[in-house]
């Protein structure tokens, strides 16, 4: 099953790859950092998981040293 | 890609031993039906992919590649079965050999090997779209759309695009669904600190006047801002532990149980009442549908009825019914993809409606339960944790419905029950309760005081990390279903623009085989969960290519659509393509068109072609499509098939002439003569004597072709001479001298007048004589043959129809401008 191979990305699937960075990075309410760790898992060949998307999107920086 | 130079089969499929020499260049392979053919393609698909289609595909379940690959006295030897494949790789400029069997189908060996190799055949093995069957080409052209987006998708290898989608609306919906949740808390929480505090709306001075109105019966200092950490009862004494059941805040606890009260009381509000009848006729209206699927296939069956429906009849049991009307109501059964999309976007929005009303009631439950057990002496607790439990189990049905349809029945349940009417026993239970709380004695100002404060700081504190919670899932959910939007947006745009590419490639191609559709074009055209390819016919307008187009046109189609995906998805990289008896209903009259097409619009495509049409095989041969092919003439379980050498023509009259068997070469020069004439007299549009059963034989279309030939050389001289191109017209009278030349001594001129030397006499001729005249017809027809080794092919004229403009070959090395100023 293709969920369960990391399959070689067809050009198809990275022209979209490509645009759809852009088009994360474009906007301002999704973070750069962001949107270069999903673009990263979504290259990956694999379908990701929900726990692997949300981390992508929601992770931040360690909190400052109280 | 590769391009294959050998291949060598040992006891697969139906084969026991074979070995063919490609030499990268276009190969064609003919024989009868049974003789061995798709064994061929078989083990060039394993040997690259280590896969079969054919045992692998739709329906086969019961086939497998170890199974039934080796062959049938090998099968329980499986590692005697392999196949060797030595290619050339243009892009790396080397030569491998890639070896398979079929004990270990998945494992390549590769020699030479090096990251670079491996990484074509890895890419190999993820296109095994390279070999195509007539079968198969269907699949593009009458499949029903919903199908045809699937299958143009995987050979698109865009599969993968519409997994990403389908993973990101999933983790969207997730994030809506938890955001709802939340949200749905924070105003349950919300409407429990409205009701302490005995407000209508918050408001932060309302809050900080109630609470320093309780702080100053206390003698606590006011509070002067509502920040996150503020601790209303601060200063005031510890409540102790012992005397806590005493210590319920009647006044708060009365206002809660009122409002638990009115909450059940209201039972179903009308709006809440149209949320639960839409999602249940929703689901109502699924479940049908899902009935008839499970009963005996029928969705299917359905579709089929309404195929069948030709009178005013069922036409199953011949019940009388108006034709129409029986259409419609067969239509009525059959929920479409989109309308069950819709459907299903209507049902979640109700559904969320009863959900969160469900958790409303449980938790005003589970309020009273808590005072219950507050109580001194405790009220029992148990049915009303019952009854909050059971309308927990109602929410986990609707809940299950949303992850997985099929829980439709326990959802129908859920919405069918009346959740809001409370069993008698729990109605008991809050009666007591009540009952309970009214008769607690009164507190004292101070205790009253102390026990607002207590609530307020708990209520309050639950509200803000209830909205802190609510605030960060709607943050993730705004980012979800931004993240989703611009993933659709971008991949759809990218699609349309890959599908509109495709469609104009294909366009070009079809018209390139088909020049009578001058006006024609396709459309490839995205739709949700669709892919509709239209047609044009004959400029009437645009239609599924099954609807007007015959089998052979669609064949065509099927080709080209197939060309065209490939050529996108490949680029440089399609140099191998394997077509198994893919151009056989292809007519005649476009058979080499279909040649020149994958001749100069692929020529760096190498192209393994299978056919049971030996004329097939001659056409591409003429064309200058394949130069070497492989008969296949029979085939034996024990031997595999029996072959021989697809020799050049004159390689065979030479080899048939050395065995002294004169009237055998002659009958082979006769008939190549009369398929070859047949040939030129349609490229040059010789002027023929016509025949209704268009049986022409050499005498009928050599001589004219070869007046024509002149003729169109003479044009040819004439034209140069008008254009004043003293060099091309020296050139073209050089090759008419020629041409007089090389005709006269075939006598082919003289078969109206002279018996003795017309084409029937050649039987009777001694070999020395008969010798003579295959040399004059071969350098004949080596004359009007292009002379680059690469096209080989014979002139035409084009433009097919109206006064001819030039005489040219697929390459242009032959090119002779008709036109005159």
Known sequence: MSEEHENPLSPTVSKVLDEYLATLEGDDEIDNEAAKRLDTLLRQGKVPKFEEIDKALSKTKPADKP | MIRIDEIHIEEFRGIRSLDLTLTGGNFGICGPNGTGKSGVVDAIEFCLTGNITRLSGQGQGELSVKGHGPHVDYRNDPDKAQVSIKATIPSLNKQVTITRTVKTPRKAVIEPVDDAVELIVEELQSHPEFALSRREIAKYIV???????????????????????????????????????????????????????GVTALDREDVLKKANAKRKVLGLAELTELTPQISFNEGAPEEGKADKKAKIAKDIAVADLDAVTTALKNGETPELEKHRQDALTALNALKADEKA??????????????????????????????????????????????????????????????????????????????????????????????????????????????????????????????????????????????KGVKALPDSSEKDQALQFLAVLQDRYKRLLGETKNAKALFSRNAKAQKVYEHYNAVSNTVLEGIYEAVAKEFTEFYKAINDDEGKFIGELKAEPAKLSFNVDFYGRGTFPPGA????????????????????????????????????????????????????????DTQFVLTTHDRVWLQYMKTEGLIKNGQLFGGWHIDTGPRIWGDKDIWGEIEETLTKNNVPVAAALLRRYLEYISAVLADNLRAKVDYRGDANYDLGDLLPTTLNRWKDRLKAGVKAAQNWGQDE???????????????????????????????????????????????????????????????????????????ASEQLRCNCGAINVNLKLK
């Not at chain 2, 029992?380 to 829980?407: C, I, M, N, R």
């Not at chain 2, 198994?580 to 007519?587: E, F, G, I, K, T």
């Not at chain 2, 003795?756 to 027809?781: D, G, M, P, Q, Y």
């Open chain 2, 143 to 197: 499949t029903p759309p919903a199908r045809r987006s699937t299958d143009v998708q995987t050979l698109l290898r865009l599969d993968h695009i519409d997994d990403l989608r389908k993973s990101l609306v999933g983790y969207a919906n997730r994030c809506k669904r938890e955001f709802e949740e939340a949200e749905r808390s924070r105003a349950r929480a919300e409407s429990e600190l409205k009701t302490a505090l």
């Open chain 2, 293 to 434: 699927l499970s009963l005996a296939r029928a969705h299917g069956l359905i579709t089929m009825g309404l195929d069948l429906v030709s009178e005013d009849a069922c036409p199953l049991c011949d019940k009388p019914w108006d034709r129409d009307e029986l259409c419609a109501h067969l239509k009525a059964k059959l929920l479409s993809g989109q309308e069950i999309k819709t459907l299903l976007s209507n049902l979640s929005t109700a559904n969320t409606a009863v959900i969160g009303a469900l958790e409303g009631t449980a938790a005003e439950v589970r309020k009273a339960k808590d005072y219950a057990s507050k109580l001194d002496p405790a009220v029992t607790d148990v049915e009303l944790e019952e009854y909050a439990k059971w309308l927990d189990g109602l929410k986990d049905h609707l809940k299950a419905f949303e992850s997985d349809p099929s829980q439709i029945e326990g959802a129908i349940a859920a919405l069918e029950s009346a959740w809001w009417e409370v069993p008698e026993a729990t109605q008991i239970r809050l009666d007591e309760v009540e």
């Open chain 2, 548 to 603: 007007y187009h015959s089998e052979g046109h669609q064949d065509g189609m099927g080709l080209c659509l197939y060309l065209a995906l490939m050529k996108h998805t490949l680029g440089d990289k399609f140099t191998f393509a394997v077509l198994d008896d893919v151009l056989m209903s292809v007519d005649t009259g476009h058979r080499r068109e279909v040649c020149r097409l994958l001749k100069t619009k692929f020529p």
């Open chain 2, 728 to 802: 091309a017209k020296a050139t073209i009278e050089e090759k008419l001298a020629e041409a007089e030349g090389l005709i006269q001594k075939t006598d082919a001129e003289q078969w109206a007048i002279n018996k003795s030397v017309h084409f029937n006499e050649w039987e009777n001729f001694t070999k020395a004589e008969f010798e003579e005249v295959v040399e004059a017809f071969r350098a004949l027809l080596e004359h009007i043959r292009c002379s680059n080794e690469k096209c080989g092919g014979y002139p035409y004229l084009t433009p097919r129809k109206g």
